[in-house]
């Protein structure tokens, strides 16, 4: 004969078992719920580095600011990263150097070229341009270079052989300067124009070439 079990004894066995199974669901749910709240404090972007917005943009320090020194003049914008210039125009080449031709004083050429003298009269015999034009032909001078003499002669001294210049000391007919030059083709420079003339042919020989010579460069600039 069995004994009936009380109502209340059931009752209690019931709400032990539900209250087993209850445990295990609700321990899970505390564990999920510390785990998820360590992640977040410990690493809140732990798992989530894969993202593009997530990446971990590395610091730098601090450095000096550089800076570009360049030589002349320019017109420079200076950007972040970036660096933007306009040179100035380089100056206009310099002209080229103008050589200046130097008057070679032996050149008939050079120092006759472009003046020409009136041609001159026969001379009278006995006179000084007599002696001169003798002269002339013997060194084998034409009658050009006998009229440029005659020219330049005549406004040298006027073919005085006593012709003085107070301001310079010049003398006689080829205005020998200082006179006592004429010594070399004489004793008697200081009266004879044989002498005098001889003298003077021989310094524009050597000096200008020929009469016409000394008688441009007189034209040029005043004086042989």
């Known amino acids: 004969m069995s004994v009936p079990v009380p109502a209340v004894g ?6 032990s078992s ?7 669901l609700t321990l899970l749910g505390s564990l999920a719920a ?15 580095t894969a993202s593009p917005y997530f990446q971990i943009v590395p610091r730098y320090e601090q450095t000096d600011v550089q800076s570009l020194a360049l030589a002349g003049d320019y017109d420079t914008t200076f950007t972040r990263d970036v660096y933007d210039s306009e040179a100035a ?25 472009g003046f020409t003298a009136p041609s ?24 050009d270079q006998y009229s440029c003499l005659v020219a330049l002669w005549n406004k040298e ?36 124009p044989a002498t005098q003339i001889e003298w003077g042919l021989g310094y524009i020989s050597g000096r200008y070439g020929t ?8 034209q040029s600039v005043g004086w042989y």
Not at 10 to 15: N, W
Not at 34 to 48: C, E, K, L, T
Not at 169 to 188: E, F, H, N, R, V
């Open 211 to 218: 009469p016409c010579g000394a008688w441009g460069h007189s």
């Open 34 to 48: 510390i785990g998820f709240i360590a992640v977040n404090v410990v690493d809140p972007y732990s798992g989530a």
């Open 120 to 143: 001159a009269a026969v001379p009278d015999p006995g006179t000084a341009q007599a002696i001169a034009y003798d002269k002339v032909v013997a060194r084998g001078w034409g009658e």
């Open 18 to 24: 539900s209250s087993r199974k209850r445990l295990p």
């Open 157 to 192: 001294s006027g073919w005085r052989v006593n012709a003085h210049n107070a301001s310079s000391g010049a003398y006689g007919i080829p205005q020998s300067l200082p006179g006592s030059k004429m010594a070399t083709a004489g004793a008697d420079w200081a009266t004879n």
């Open 89 to 113: 125009p380089p100056p206009p080449p310099p002209p080229p150097p103008v050589e200046e031709e130097v008057e070679d004083e032996t050149s008939d050429a050079s120092s006759g070229s």
């Open 10 to 15: 059931r009752q209690r066995d019931v709400r």
